[in-house]
């Protein structure tokens, strides 16, 4: 596996930085309070360790910066309806590609490369550009892992049928690759949420 390079070693590194001033803090590996959007990058970056060892830079890169400095364009911005959430989502992803885009060309990276990565975190192009298909890909597999027990329990009104849909969507954005390595035992399955899965996975072949 060839080495990372200097430019990419500062990149993560400036990262790293932006992401460290985030106010929000969760408990990470270690059991230590972390900030939110630095431990979310830790985890996508193990995860596409794990997912795809051998993938090139820029998606290292795109699925490093997915979240970059996220706390500083809050939900709450945003009307609370369906509306504003579309809304939120779409600029959502416009910042975090601008601010990866200015910490890249501080690290020295090329504009071929800056766009590359722009348009994967700016989520352009899914299926048929291979960058944006894996930062889906590491997304969902960090979210199945990690998050989907927390918002679980964060959302106690959701019924079964609710958390059906939501799984489903969560599958369709995921390519055969992803798919194979979710239920190969390579990812830890929130235990309790199973037999959910389960169901949402047999209703999605049964079409």
Do not use: C
């Not at 590359?116 to 989520?123: C, D, E, P, S, T």
């Not at 890909?137 to 998050?147: G, K, M, Q, S, W």
């Not at 027990?149 to 059906?164: A, C, L, R, S, V």
């Not at 194979?180 to 209703?203: M, N, R, T």
């Amino acid at each position: 596996m060839p080495q990372p390079t200097e430019k990419f070693t500062k990149a993560l590194q400036l990262f790293d930085e932006a992401n460290s001033k985030d106010p929000n803090k969760e408990t990470d590996y270690d059991n230590a309070e972390t900030p939110k959007e630095l431990l979310y990058s830790k985890r996508m970056l193990d995860m596409i360790k794990r997912f795809k060892p051998d993938a090139d830079e820029v998606a290292k890169l795109s699925v490093a910066a997915q979240h970059i400095e996220r706390w500083k364009s809050p939900r709450s911005d945003y009307p609370m309806n369906r509306k504003g959430y579309h809304q939120w989502r779409t600029n959502l992803y416009k910042f975090h590609a601008e601010t990866a885009a200015k910490l890249l060309e501080e690290a020295g990276y090329d504009q071929e490369t800056i766009e590359r990565v722009k348009l994967a975190i700016g989520k352009k192009n899914l299926r048929s550009n291979p960058d944006t298909q894996i930062v889906e890909d590491i997304a969902a597999l960090t979210f199945i892992e990690h998050y989907m027990t927390t918002m679980y329990n964060k959302f106690p009104q959701y019924d079964e049928d609710k958390w059906i849909d939501i799984i489903i969507r969560t599958w369709k954005k995921m390519s055969p690759e992803a798919h194979e390595f979710a239920l190969s035992g390579k990812l830890k399955l929130p235990e309790a949420l199973v037999p959910l899965i389960q169901k949402a996975l047999a209703k999605n072949e049964a079409g």
